[in-house]
């Protein structure tokens, strides 16, 4: 982009629904859990280093990504926090990972045996090794364990700083006898761990629906993403949650999403609109062209659905999203012209556009509606502390 560019279209990131966030979910973890952020995908579409800045000296030890890559990024932005890496790092990236100080997950023996080969008592590798306790995704199972284990005693450049596990079926519903099942397998597996004798600081299988409605599951970690942002892990999470009582509305949704109308055109009762002429004008209409499309991450399924918000009013999408344009109707709404604001996702008036919203109108989840917003657009912090 030139150096003096106007962004067409921008996120922004309310530093004090950030703030506000924080605290809620602090005080739901139970006494001793410290919690880690997840800044993975982009900080679920926020801006890594907008998040993780914000983060910044709110005593947090860790904040997590997915993998090597973003560990960098946030290490070259210079955050100071440590960084535990979620996801898998190649072999080859293993020493990389170890000389720069990342805490990670591991869950192979090849991973493990090549860490015994590049790690030092001096630069040893802080590892924190998954367990599998039902999501069958990454993890070592209760029969590998004993062997693993193995693998680090007696080796001090293997440190077992911490142990993990995922919830696969805690979002998705409010039966939640799956969780306690993964719960009661990881318990077991503790136990094996505990009676090694090896000094793992760390316990943490909890992510946000876990940190908000299970304080038994929390030990002294919990990954927390989604919640950060100010976005239930779902409506079962949010109904579990209010059904035990608690208190509503403890979250705020961190991000907007805007741009602004790209031109204004009048339309003819009986023409069509778009690619693959699937909207046909029923009366004379007046359009705003909207300067965001499929590549910007606005879903290609909101094509002849949804709406955005201008002046504090609902403009329905007509006609397909294209690759960086997509085209809205305006006749209703007074005072629209060429640059007036333009809401996908937040506020305008008494109007919200809530990412459960779009996520809803494009068939899927809040998580990606907003982790696949692109990286390109501009991310804006505002109502900042000074
Ligand atoms: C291993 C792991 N921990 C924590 C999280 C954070 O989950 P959530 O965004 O639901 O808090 C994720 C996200 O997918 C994850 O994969």
Redesign the pocket.
Known sequence: MPMNAQSLSWVEVDAAALEQNVAAIRSNLAPGCEMAP?V?ANA?GHGYLQIARLLDGKQFRYI?VHNLEEALILREGRISNDILI?GYVPLEDLKTAVEAGFDFVVYNIETLRKLTEVANNKTPAKCHLKLETGANRQGVTREQLPDFLALFSGKPQLQLVGV?T?FANI?DTTDHSYAEFQFTRYAKMKQMIEASRLPVKYYHMA???A?LLFPHTHFNLA??????YGLW?SKETYLSYRLSGKQNQILRPVLSWKTVVGQIKDVRKGQYIGYGTTYRATADLKIAVIPIGYYDGYDRQLSNSGHVLINGMRAPIRGRICMDIFMVDVTDIPDVHLESEVVLIGRSGDEVIRAEDVAGWANTIN?EVVSRIGSHLERRVINQRS
């Open positions: 997840v993975k679920y997590g979620l993990s995922h979002e992510s946000s629906a940190a990954r927390v993403g989604i919640a950060l892990p998580y």
